[in-house]
């Protein structure tokens, strides 16, 4: 256990259906990255937050995906009218600006679209 | 962006040392190298950084040549439990870095 927490572990959705997951960062971690990883591939950096200023998000795989984080410590990743191509594990991390590299991984979220 | 290569697989037998050479040559005179590992169905794991020279810790020992231009993650006498994908990033985690994971290198590891 990383100390970083992501919830649902799994969410079993439609296409067309709205999903929002959760990430609760180590509460002294400026730095939020959300993920996706498909399988037999690395994470795919999506969108990152220092403390609640969302400073990248051109990678957000479309207009479809969106990012939160009020207040910087707990973060939600949106997905509004889910494709079958979503299915995927959504990974949290977060790290402190010291940590040069480090960053600490939640278990992640797996999506299906059926 | 400094790009990362590194083998797509390996295989190694129990009791055995492993090394994985990541070849990062665009590497920024600001960037880390570090390694993660992952196990199926987990996010990544920190296992190690470093910047030169030679880097250990509990589970691996890194090592950087002068030129920087690579890094090999060693792994001391493996374990089944090690098998696993493993990743190299280089960057300096700040400004507008994006971390880039690439594929990795899947280790099995056999009785």
């Known amino acids: 256990d990383t100390g970083v927490s992501q919830d649902p572990r799994h969410k079993i959705t439609k296409r067309g259906q709205n999903v929002t997951f959760r990430c609760d960062p180590i509460s002294e971690h400026n730095r939020l990255y959300w993920y996706r990883q498909t399988l037999g591939q690395g994470p795919e950096f999506l969108t990152y937050?220092?403390?609640?200023?969302?400073?990248?998000k051109s990678r957000l795989l479309s207009d479809r995906f969106s990012a939160e984080r009020p207040k910087g410590s707990f973060s939600t990743l949106e997905i509004q009218r889910t494709e079958q191509g979503d299915s995927a594990m959504y990974l949290c991390?977060?790290?402190?600006?010291?940590?040069?590299?480090?960053?600490?991984f939640g278990p992640g979220t797996r999506l299906l679209v059926l | 962006l400094a790009k990362t290569t590194q083998p797509i697989s390996m295989d190694s037998y129990e009791g055995q040392e492993v090394n994985i050479t990541c070849s990062h040559n665009n590497i920024a005179t600001n960037d880390y190298i570090t390694w993660y590992q992952q196990f199926p169905s987990q996010g990544p794991r920190f296992i190690i950084q470093g910047y030169k020279t030679k880097v250990t810790n509990e589970v691996a020992s890194l090592f950087i040549p002068a030129d920087r231009k690579s890094s090999t993650l060693s792994l001391p006498r493996v374990s089944l439990s090690d098998t696993a994908v493993y990743y190299c990033l280089v960057g300096d985690g700040r400004g507008s870095y994006i971390p880039t994971f690439g594929r990795g290198t899947s280790l099995i590891v056999h009785p």
């Open positions: 937050f220092q403390n609640e200023a969302q400073l990248e």
């Open positions: 991390a977060s790290r402190r600006l010291v940590d040069g590299e480090t960053q600490y």
